[in-house]
């Protein structure tokens, strides 16, 4: 079935060193995403987001990339910090005709002081 | 952002009693509501998407009749888990979107279930 799913479960980095989250979609036509951060026990924080007419936009310490030809999705943070630790989903929103959000499957991200 | 408040944030409920939590926009009208729920280390799996003032679109395999959504205005949707049992114990959320399809949803701090 259609799914979003994420390459790497668990990423470990060293306090400031850039993080790479990656995410892979299955719907072609779905053309909007979202990135999330939740942190244990509360509710997903909006990151970044990124509509299927861009490839790439940037935030604070945040890029999110979108390459449609391989429906693949990675979210890049510049010099990781320990608040940065956290679990981090791809969200995506799956077309015109279907107003709903999916969500992948997560990942770990832990940052070593 | 925008403020999704999710309440009650916890809640212990005897096997066989109904629970009902709310999710409520305060600084926007929510045009569409979602429902989630995440076990332990997974990701969020949703449950069903509401527009205010029409019937929930459930997921596959979610029971409408166990878990009933209203959302009957711009800024409220509750979720009612209905007869419920420990294997209904879980973490929802609840997310709200205004306006257009394609724009960011905002979550609630969601809200942790646990049956006895």
């Known amino acids: 079935g259609e799914s979003v799913g994420l390459h790497l479960p668990t990423l470990s980095v060293q306090e400031g060193d850039n993080s790479i989250i990656n995410c892979a979609y299955s719907?072609?036509?779905?053309?909007?995403f979202i990135w999330y951060k939740q942190e244990s026990g509360k509710g997903p924080q909006f990151i970044i987001d990124?509509?299927?007419?861009?490839d790439k936009r940037q935030g604070q310490r945040v890029t999110v990339l979108l390459n449609k030809t391989v429906k693949h999705l990675s979210l890049q943070i510049a010099a990781t910090q320990p608040g940065d630790s956290a679990v981090y989903f791809c969200?995506?929103?799956?077309?015109?005709?279907?107003?709903?959000?999916?969500f992948g499957a997560g990942t770990r991200l832990t940052v070593k002081p | 952002g925008a403020v999704v408040s999710q309440h009650p944030s916890r809640v212990i409920c005897k096997s066989g009693t109904s629970v009902k939590i709310e999710c409520r926009s305060l600084?926007?009208?929510?045009?569409?509501m979602f429902w989630y729920r995440q076990f332990p280390k997974q990701s969020l799996m949703l449950m069903a998407t509401?527009?205010?003032?029409?019937?929930?679109?459930?997921e596959q395999g979610v029971e409408k009749d166990k878990f009933l959504i209203n959302h009957a205005s711009l800024t409220l949707s509750t979720l009612t888990v209905t007869s419920a049992h420990p294997e209904d114990s879980s973490f929802y959320i609840c997310?709200?979107?205004?306006?257009?399809?394609?724009?960011?949803?905002?979550f609630g701090q969601g809200t942790r279930l646990t049956v006895v």
């Open positions: 969200a995506e929103d799956r077309g015109y005709n279907n107003n709903d959000m999916r």
């Open positions: 719907n072609s036509a779905s053309d909007y």
């Open positions: 509401s527009n205010e003032g029409s019937k929930a679109t459930y």
């Open positions: 990124i509509r299927s007419n861009m």
């Open positions: 600084d926007f009208q929510a045009t569409t």
């Open positions: 997310s709200a979107r205004e306006g257009r399809r394609d724009t960011e949803a905002f």
